[in-house]
């Protein structure tokens, strides 16, 4: 009985169809990674925003500067800033509502989260993804989502 060898077309097929479903594979994880990422970032907001409650719960105040303003407003990056540092216990009880990392709260991509706050204590804010509707809540926080994609921002109440 002859001993059969692949020919050179088997084993240049067998590479192809390898190569194939490990393409097929590697764009399926970068999916998967992407979704993880998206759902960290809602899950990130939500516990930004509960840490936002507990604080008011707490003091009767949102952590936010101080600075008071007349309207809802979205925070400015040093504003953000220092309501983290307070949230992580930088505050009259040293409480800490929420754990950083070197003091920085960011979403999987880096950013800061988007933070809508009721500065005038009305018990409403307009909701940043449909400004014609308002939201029942003192604060909203969101991610802008990944810089580089066009996917979106990642609101936690959709």
């Known amino acids: 009985m002859k001993k059969r060898n692949f020919t050179l077309i088997e084993l240049l097929t067998v590479i192809v169809i390898i190569g194939v479903i490990a393409g097929l594979s590697g764009a399926a994880l970068m999916r998967g990674r992407e979704q993880a990422r998206r759902t960290e970032a809602r899950i990130g907001a939500e516990a930004l925003r509960s840490a936002i409650s507990q604080y008011e719960g707490d003091y009767g105040v949102l952590p936010h500067t101080g600075h008071e303003s007349l309207n809802h407003r979205d925070l400015e990056p040093g504003e953000y800033d ?18 950083t990392d070197d003091g920085e709260y ?17 018990g ?8 014609s509707k308002t939201m029942n809540r003192s604060a909203a926080v969101w991610s802008d989502g990944n810089p580089d994609r066009e996917e979106g921002p990642i609101y936690p109440w959709d």
């Open 82 to 99: 220092s309501m983290i540092g307070r949230l992580a216990g930088d505050n009259p009880r040293n409480n800490r509502y929420i754990s």
């Open 106 to 122: 960011r979403d999987p991509w880096g950013q800061r989260y988007e933070v809508r706050l009721d500065t005038n204590y009305s």
């Open 124 to 131: 409403t804010i307009p909701n940043p993804a449909d400004s």
